[in-house]
């Protein structure tokens, strides 16, 4: 059995390799010429809409689906040619999670490990262990059939990292789940990163956003960005805002904010209350966060400030950005037929 413990130095630090990757349905191109790897330890979150490709790229990974062409290896090992080797580094935890009604807990995890060749010395206790650290130990002997479907997700995570894989691939992972559900799915997955290479897909941005070091945004099967979410805001927006409320100088405000950072400008100024304090928007094209310079510097070169506070577009709107700026690129490409009267979706 190879798994991530007991073979550590035979896994390299390059656990996900996908180079030029295509799959197509008839006509229909789900997956086109994708490329990317996954370091040893990362969580990276795998974004797009409905139809962009995510399930069947998943689904190849795993090795539960061929590709065309391309290739993808795990942990070193080429899927297409050495599926099974490549399936004893993997955990899997697909959108709908079959689990049998009729089993308790401890008994499908026991069920899972065997299929999985686990040594039953071993077993027991990476049972104990992964039902503690799932929040499941006083649901250990209750029948899969009558959990909760954050209970039955649960589950699914404490069978995918049962046998220690080096490399975890959840679809969905909190569909469905209530807000206090999420957060406990969210802190689990956040306590494999170092530990375990894991790739989530989900619609839940501001989960990804939390819980990942990267993210891949897929849109017609192809990467349409890709970057921590920092960085994905700085390639799409290109600037930071602060938001700022401020007292003094109001001719030569902007002037000093030239002398704190040159890449520094007014936005907008609002009208100023009673009290003499002004509403301000900052922006700035600097890749380091400001706020610390503008608390110093300002009230130095004699503002007084009431409240200062960084203002930056959320994932959301970084997804919808870089779909939407894909979807904008292939329109003119696209001859319009049988009356397809489209028109360019607005830029965000």
């Known amino acids: 059995m190879l798994c991530a413990n007991d ?33 040893r330890g990362e969580i990276v979150g795998l974004l797009g809409p409905n139809g962009a490709g995510k399930s069947t790229t998943m689904r190849i990974l795993t090795g539960y689906l061929p590709a065309n062409s391309g290739s993808v290896k795990i942990c070193g090992l080429p899927v297409a040619s050495q599926a099974e080797a490549t399936k004893h580094h993997i955990g899997y935890m ?24 686990m040594p039953r010395a071993k077993l027991r206790a990476r049972i104990d262990e992964v039902l503690e650290l799932c929040d499941l130990k006083r649901n250990r002997h209750r029948i899969l059939g009558r959990l909760s479907k954050g209970n039955k997700q649960r589950v699914g995570i404490a069978e995918a990292i049962l046998a220690e894989p080096a490399v975890i691939i959840m679809d969905e992972p909190t569909i469905g789940l209530d807000p206090h ?25 501001p989960e990804i956003e939390a819980t990942c070091d990267r993210v891949l945004i897929i ?33 030569a405000f902007a002037a000093h904010l030239t002398t704190i950072d040159a890449s520094l400008s007014v936005a907008t100024v609002g009208d100023c209350s009673g009290d003499g304090f002004c509403v301000a928007t900052l922006v700035t094209t600097a890749p380091e966060d400001l706020g610390e310079k503008l608390l110093q510097r ?51």
């Open 181 to 205: 559900q999420i957060i406990i799915v969210r802190d689990l997955i956040a306590s494999l990163r170092g530990r375990m290479s894991v790739i989530i897909s989900s619609h839940i941005l």
């Open 219 to 251: 849109n017609g099967g192809r990467i349409v960005a890709q970057g921590s979410p920092a960085e994905l805001r700085r390639e799409i927006f290109g600037h930071t805002s602060y938001r700022v409320e401020f007292a003094g100088h109001n001719a």
């Open 7 to 39: 073979c550590m130095t035979e896994i390299p630090d390059i656990t996900i390799e996908v180079s030029h990757l295509v799959k197509t349905y008839g006509s229909l191109t789900a997956v086109d010429d994708l490329s990317f790897t996954v370091k």
């Open 298 to 348: 300002l009230p130095a070169g004699g503002y007084r400030l009431r409240a200062l506070h960084r203002t930056q577009p959320s994932l959301e709107d970084v997804f919808l950005a870089a779909t939407r700026r894909s979807w904008d690129a292939r329109l003119p490409d696209k001859k319009v037929q049988n009356g397809d009267q489209r028109q360019p979706l607005p830029k965000i």
């Open 94 to 117: 697909p959108e709908n999670n079959p689990l049998p009604e009729d089993m308790r807990v401890s008994e499908y995890l026991w069920f899972r490990g065997r299929l999985k060749e």
